[in-house]
């Protein structure tokens, strides 16, 4: 599965991606699964089974338990790490991302600034904002607020989770005077960092 085309991955899965999305009945299963370049720990193309194991290329792990419920991993020890990535925007600084993107989620607390972009072919791209933006796993927002992105990724949205954190979500390609509603540091990472006003 190395260097396996990931549309072509995803087409031939498409029967398990749809069993995923009957058995755990969690709407947008399926595409964040697609959204965020997970791959099946093992699986047969011939043969139509639940695939409770699921790894991204950045060696973290979402598993569906028989609860049905929803379980994520950060670095895995037990995923082999060989797989190259699959996204030819890897390089991208999260500016250059931004122009092929569609939609932005970004997550506040206290700590850090997450910001996941959701691009013109259906994938995230993820970056950790601390002083400079680096590249990092979608998975890291967590199940629930990926799903809520991917729900409402084409709307101008706003959630404050029951930990303090805050999520926004911004349709692309910006607009001024939304941005400047925003919270002053909110308004000056984006300006700073994914949206230069002579765009």
Not at 3 to 15: A, C, G, R, T
Not at 41 to 58: C, T, V
Not at 180 to 192: G, R
Request: aromatic share 12%; with cysteine.
């Amino acid at each position: 599965m190395k260097n396996i085309n990931i549309d072509l991955l995803y087409s031939k899965l498409e029967k398990h991606l749809l069993l995923i999305e009957a058995y755990t009945e969690i709407k947008f299963i399926a595409e964040l699964i697609k959204a965020c370049r997970l791959k099946p720990k093992n699986y047969d193309i011939n043969k139509l089974s639940l695939q409770r194991e699921w790894h991204d290329e950045f060696g973290n792990s979402l598993l569906i338990d028989k609860n049905k419920k929803i379980k994520i991993i950060l670095n895995d020890f037990h995923i082999d790490r060989s797989d190259v990535s699959t996204d030819i925007y890897y390089g991208h600084t999260i500016y250059n991302s931004m122009k092929i993107s569609k939609s932005l989620l970004l997550q506040k607390n206290n700590n850090y600034i997450f910001m996941a972009l959701y691009g013109m072919d259906n994938f995230l791209r993820s970056f950790l904002y601390n002083e400079r933006c680096i590249r990092v796993s979608p998975l890291m927002l967590g199940h629930n607020s990926l799903l809520w992105f991917l729900k409402n990724k084409s709307l101008n949205s706003y959630l404050k989770e029951d930990n303090c954190m805050e999520n926004y979500i911004m349709r692309l390609p910006f607009n001024k005077k939304l941005i400047d509603n925003y919270q002053e540091d909110i308004a000056n990472i984006i300006k700073e960092n994914i949206w230069k006003e002579n765009d």
